[in-house]
T-cell receptor
Framework: EAGVTQFPSHSVIEKGQTVTLRCDPI?????LYWYRRVMGKEIKFLLH????????ESGMPNNRFLAERTGGTYSTLKVQPAELEDSGVYFC???????????FGQGTRLTVV | GESVGLHLPTLSVQEGDNSIINCAYS??????FIWYKQESGKGPQFIID?????DKRQGQRVTVLLNKTVKHLSLQIAATQPGDSAVYFC???????????FGTGTRLKVLA
């Protein structure tokens, strides 16, 4: 069974540009989560999808971040425009409906210069 | 690796010794706890979990202890091996919320 996969693994962009991160969850997992770790801080929750619906987006830092999960399969996280403080590692995770254990992808390292 | 620039608490242990990694959690309502291991360039990998109705759970070479009175969690690794070198995170959640709160992490270095 393939795990959670994220694309790209690394991205370096200039301040003000747009970046889109992609996450493919484990097949059949209804729950999909985005987390991020900015430098020097702990991993923090961004949002949670159940299928295509946003269940909890309380962790999204501001309106420069937009997450989508059209069709309830893969998800994208767009940052527009990117700022220096957005640099960090963005993790995606997924889990079965009703399951608490989440499986994480390898992360996307975003560097904004 | 991903942790460049991060100043994590570090635990150095000799190969073959036991390791104990501690974590203080924040929410007294949390009822499910997980320890994750993160190796360089990889995402957090599940190690072991424990529910709040237990105070100890054992896996293969790992034991998690939960003290709800002081909101403390620990991970014990027996006979630590070089492959155990990684950053270890505890995470807490309230069942049904699906939102994990992660600790800051501890870097484990295994010395040959």
């Amino acid at each position: 069974e393939a795990g959670v996969t994220q694309f790209p693994s690394h991205s370096v962009i200039e301040k003000g540009q747009t970046v889109t991160l992609r996450c493919d969850p484990i097949s059949g997992h209804d729950n999909l989560y985005w987390y991020r770790r900015v430098m020097g801080k702990e991993i923090k929750f961004l949002l949670h999808f159940v299928k295509e619906s946003k269940q909890d987006e309380s962790g999204m830092p501001n309106n420069r971040f937009l997450a989508e999960r059209t069709g309830g399969t893969y998800s994208t996280l767009k940052v527009q425009p990117a700022e220096l403080e957005d640099s960090g590692v963005y993790f995606c995770a997924s889990s079965h409906a009703g399951a608490t254990e989440a499986f994480f992808g390898q992360g996307t390292r975003l560097t904004v210069v | 690796g991903e942790s460049v620039g991060l100043h994590l608490p570090t635990l150095s242990v000799q190969e073959g010794d036991n390791s104990i990694i501690n974590c203080a959690y924040s929410n007294s309502a949390s009822d499910y706890f997980i320890w994750y291991k993160q190796e360089s360039g990889k995402g957090p990998q599940f190690i072991i979990d424990i529910r709040s109705n237990m105070d100890k759970r054992q896996g293969q070479r790992v034991t998690v202890l939960l003290n709800k009175t002081v909101k403390h969690l620990s991970l014990q690794i027996a006979a630590t091996q070089p492959g155990d070198s990684a950053v270890y995170f505890c995470a807490e959640t309230v069942s049904g919320t699906y939102k994990y709160i992660f600790g800051t992490g501890t870097r484990l270095k295994v010395l040959a």
